[in-house]
């Protein structure tokens, strides 16, 4: 069964830190593009960051450039979101998608397989 599941959200103070994990199973995640998107209600849910299937090209939304960073470790099937100097605008359920053909989009539709997504709140 193909299937991605996102773990480390939380409970944070604006200003912290968390690190959110996509691990997959059923597949490799290293010939997909990975994406992380996030949604809060009444809101579409946006594209936060996606990185390729080598790592090699990443983006970020405007809104948390210098502030998360994407990664991933083909060898564990895993990507991870790094955000640090958290706001709460950031808070919201944060999703991981796969894309197939290697390379990002920023369309939603573009994306295969979805995770069943991870809270994020920040706020004192």
């Known amino acids: 069964q193909l299937q991605l599941v996102e773990s480390g959200g939380g409970l944070v103070q604006p200003g912290g830190s968390l690190r959110l994990s996509c691990a997959a199973s059923?597949?490799?995640?290293?010939?997909?593009?990975i994406g992380w998107f996030r949604q809060t209600p009444g809101k579409e849910r946006e594209g936060v960051s996606c990185s390729s299937s080598s790592g090699r090209s990443t983006n970020y939304a405007d809104s948390v450039k210098g502030r998360f960073t994407i990664s991933r470790d083909n060898a564990k099937n895993t990507v991870y979101l790094q955000m640090n100097s958290l706001k709460p605008e950031d808070t919201g359920v944060y999703y991981c998608?796969?894309?197939?053909?290697?390379?990002?989009?920023?369309?939603?539709?573009?994306?295969?397989?979805w995770g069943q997504g991870t809270q994020v709140t920040v706020s004192s």
């Open positions: 059923g597949f490799t995640l290293g010939y997909y593009a």
């Open positions: 998608a796969a894309k197939g053909y290697y390379t990002c989009s920023g369309s939603r539709k573009d994306y295969n397989y």
